[in-house]
Structure formats: C-alpha cells, structure tokens
C-alpha cells in the first residue's frame, strides 16, 4: 500500500490509493488482498470458509436465535424498525441515516474518522473507498454505488495515521472479512454500520444495464430496486422514472451480468453489523436493525432527527419464493426462462405492490429467495465449495421449498 499516493479528494476526505489486488478465485475485492498479509484472506474470506455462528458470539455474544422472532431471517437483533430521516438528506440513497450516523460520530468526537465509499472522481457510479474526517464532508459518501471497491485496504493507512477509532459502513463481504480481523487490527473502537446488498455487479457492467434503461445513460442520477416491485431512476434535469421489475429488460443482460460471488453470498441483512440500515422491510421508508448495544447507541445520536415505528407485515411469501425458484432451476439448468406474455406484464406489474408480499414478509422473501440461489448457483458453478461456504442457516431457509443438501454438500452430511 502506497499511503502517500493520494486521489483528489474534497477537503475532510482522505483517499489514499489501494496497492494491488491479487488474484483470489471468488472474490469481491474487499480489500484484504491489498493489505500487508494478503494471505490473510483465508481467514477473513466469506467465500473460502466462514465460520458465521463464531463471529455471530464474537459479535453479538451469541448465535441467532431460531425460535426468536425474526432471527432465521435476519441474524441476531435487538430491534426492528421502520424508519427515516425527518429531513432526507440531498443525494441521499433513501433519506440517508446511514451517512447521518457517520456525520454523528464526527460531530459528536466519537470516531476519528468514518471508513465509507465516495465516487470516483472520474466516474460517479464507481465505488471508491475513502476516510472521512469531518462530519460536513460525510455529504460526499452519500448515494449508492454500483460495483466493488477495496475498502478495508484503508484500514492500514487509517491506523498508520494515527486514528485510534474508527467507524465503517460497508456491504455483507466486507463487514464479514472486517470482523474476522477485528481482533488483530489495532484500533480502539470500530463501529459497523452495515447495508443490506444483493445483485452487485462490476461497474463496467451496471453502465450496460444504465444502456438499456435510457436513450442518454450519463444522465441517469440515481437508481433504486424498490421494495413495491419497480426501479426508481432519476436524472440530471430532476425528473423520475419508475419501472416495474417485471418490465426491466433483462433478458438482455449476459448471462454473467451478476457474478457467482454476488449469487451465492450468504449473509443479505449484513448480520454482523452493530446496525443495518437498509430498506427492504420498510414498505417505502428504511428499514433498520440494531444488533448490539453499539448499534442502539449509534441510532440514539441521531435523536428526534427521525421518524420511527414499528415495521409491518402483509401477504404471503410462500408463492412467490416458489415461482422464483423455479426460474432459478431452469436458468441455472442453462435452460431459457419462460417469460410470461408481454400482453400480461403490466398488469402484473401493476398488481405486484398490492398484493405481493410486503414489509417483513417482502424482507423474508427476499432472504429466502437468496438462500435459494446461492444453493442452486454453487450446486452448479462450484459444487466443491458448497459444503464451505453455506452455512447451517441458509440450509433451513431453502428446507421448506424441497432444497435439501446432497452428498458431501454440507459439513457433517454424508448424505442430504
Ligand atoms: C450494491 C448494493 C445493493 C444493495 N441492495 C440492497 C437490498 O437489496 N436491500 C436493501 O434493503 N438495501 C440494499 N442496499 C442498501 C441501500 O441501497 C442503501 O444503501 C441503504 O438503504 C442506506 O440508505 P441511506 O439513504 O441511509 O444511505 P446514504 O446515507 O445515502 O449512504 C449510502 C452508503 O452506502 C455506501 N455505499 C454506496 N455504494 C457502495 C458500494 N458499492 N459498496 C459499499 N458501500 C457502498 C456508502 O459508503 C454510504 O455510506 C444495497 C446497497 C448496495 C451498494
Ligand atoms: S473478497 Fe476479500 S477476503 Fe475474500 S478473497 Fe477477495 S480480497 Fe480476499
Ligand atoms: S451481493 Fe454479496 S458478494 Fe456481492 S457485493 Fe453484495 S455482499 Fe458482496
């Protein structure tokens, strides 16, 4: 890592610039490939051999609890909630808690410094890791990216510079790796606010998926998967666009759009965050999880600034998880999917948001669905890796829709 190389960065961000990445077979570039000890990606790695319910005590000081609410759907909790900010913030994904609570640290002194993605400078849809030092600066990391950026490669430049306290946001493969290392790392403190994330791609191929959606793609601001079935998408000049999933237009996508890592990761709600912030279980506002006693005392900076309540729950996950498995079966099969009459999907698209499954009950779909590809996906990619890489708990997800582990698929089964 060259630390003295810096990007252009605005005033209170510092980016100093990732060395290398080695090569890794399945890999997010999370950034331990670039650290001092790359060969501490064996440890650290989500796609070699995670060890979820060791980090789940390490973390939460104990496993999830099946018969405990929510917890076979979204890990350990405290608290479930749906919830915004008062005043959304500018260029914010949502209303922008997640930065807030960054903001919050610096203001308040707690953290020396707020590990988060900013832009590109060249290219504002491509993640790149920096450290935030002043709070006003946070407005920097604001609004999601598409692709991966080496985060945690900062965390050696963060510690050479003499932060003791730190705070870092980041998707499920990078808090994962994060909290394998925590330990060895050094600091004092290092809080984690993690997102939700599925379907991440390469930037390379999210700007051929923008292609598809706009006769001018450079012009395209924002972009969102809502939890009512559509794609929200904002431009330059202030207008929106809302799509229904059903009318996207992906059979035009390559059939690598999403990398194996992408579909066959494990852990969606980011489980071992101290808070997740995401907005799945939101019913259109956010949808926030505190996990630990950290994660209560990070939602507590943001005070009166934010409307909270109880998230709710409607319609049955049961259909629609099976309908998408089955297309699983048969796009993992290599067979064409078997698209419904274009006649039809609008009105399909139209009926979805009313009576698909929505608040909770659309998070666990989510979840469930997931699960499901990651089993399917790996069965057929990478069959080896299955019995390391899936965890007990996603096998009791996929249980109830017939998927159960064949021969030498999972630890301790000889048989399914
Ligand atoms: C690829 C991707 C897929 C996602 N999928 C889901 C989903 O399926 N369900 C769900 O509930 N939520 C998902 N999220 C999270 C969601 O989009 C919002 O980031 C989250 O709800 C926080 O909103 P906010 O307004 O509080 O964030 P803001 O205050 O706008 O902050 C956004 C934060 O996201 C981080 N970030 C942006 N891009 C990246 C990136 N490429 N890699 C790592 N960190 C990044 C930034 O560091 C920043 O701190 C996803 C996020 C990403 C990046
Ligand atoms: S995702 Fe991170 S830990 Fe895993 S191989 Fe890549 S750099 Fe290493
Ligand atoms: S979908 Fe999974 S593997 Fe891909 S970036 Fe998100 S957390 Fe990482």
């Given at each position: 890592m060259n630390s003295q190389t810096e990007a252009k960065a605005p005033a209170g961000v510092w980016a100093p610039l990732p060395g290398p990445a080695l090569p890794r077979s399945l890999c997010t570039d999370c950034g331990v490939s670039r650290m001092a000890e790359p060969g501490r990606c064996a440890q650290a790695c989500q796609f070699i051999a995670p060890d979820y319910p060791a980090l789940e005590r390490q973390v939460h000081g104990r496993e999830r609890d099946p018969a405990r609410a929510d917890e076979r759907f979204f890990g350990p909790y405290r608290r479930m909630l749906r919830a915004a900010m008062k005043e959304p913030r500018p260029g914010a994904q949502w209303t922008g808690i997640t930065t807030r609570i960054g903001e919050r640290l610096l203001e308040t002194g707690a953290v020396d410094a707020v590990l988060a993605m900013g832009p590109d400078p060249e290219d504002a849809w491509r993640p790149r890791p920096v450290l935030v030092t002043e709070a006003a600066a946070m407005k920097h990391c604001r609004g999601m990216r598409m692709g991966y950026a080496p985060l945690l490669s900062l965390l050696e430049p963060a510690r050479e510079r003499g932060f003791k306290r730190i705070a870092v946001i980041g998707v499920p493969c990078q808090v994962y790796a994060l909290r394998a290392l925590e330990k060895e790392l050094g600091f004092e403190r290092i809080d984690v606010i993690g997102i939700p994330c599925s379907d991440n791609t390469t930037t390379e191929h999210f700007h051929d998926f923008l292609a598809l959606l706009a006769e001018d793609p450079s012009t395209i601001t924002y972009l969102e998967f809502c939890a009512d079935y559509h794609v929200e998408?904002?431009?330059?000049?202030?207008?929106?666009?809302?799509?229904?999933?059903?009318?996207?237009?992906?059979?035009?996508l390559p059939t690598d759009f999403f990398p194996l890592t992408c579909r066959s990761c494990v852990d969606y709600t980011n489980t071992l965050a101290d808070i997740t912030v995401g907005y799945m279980g939101g019913e259109g506002?956010?949808?926030?999880?505190t996990r630990t006693?950290?994660?209560?005392?990070?939602?507590?900076?943001l005070g009166d600034e934010l409307r909270l309540a109880e998230p709710g729950s409607a319609g049955k996950r049961a259909g629609p998880v099976r309908g998408f498995m089955k297309n699983v079966e048969l796009a993992a099969g290599g067979l064409p999917v078997r698209g419904m009459p274009n006649w039809l999907r609008p009105l399909v698209g139209w009926l979805m948001p009313k009576v698909g499954p929505r608040g909770i009950e659309f998070a666990r779909a989510r979840v469930e669905m997931k699960a499901i590809e990651s089993v399917l996906h790996l069965r057929?990619?990478?069959p080896k890796r299955m019995k390391h890489m899936i965890p007990a708990q996603v096998w009791d997800l996929v249980e109830p829709y017939g998927l159960t582990a064949r021969e030498g698929e999972r630890k301790n089964n000889t048989l399914a």
């Open positions: 998408l904002r431009f330059t000049d202030g207008r929106k666009k809302r799509i229904p999933f059903l009318l996207l237009p992906l059979s035009k506002e956010q949808w926030l999880l006693a950290r994660g209560e005392e990070l939602l507590a900076l057929r990619e990478q």
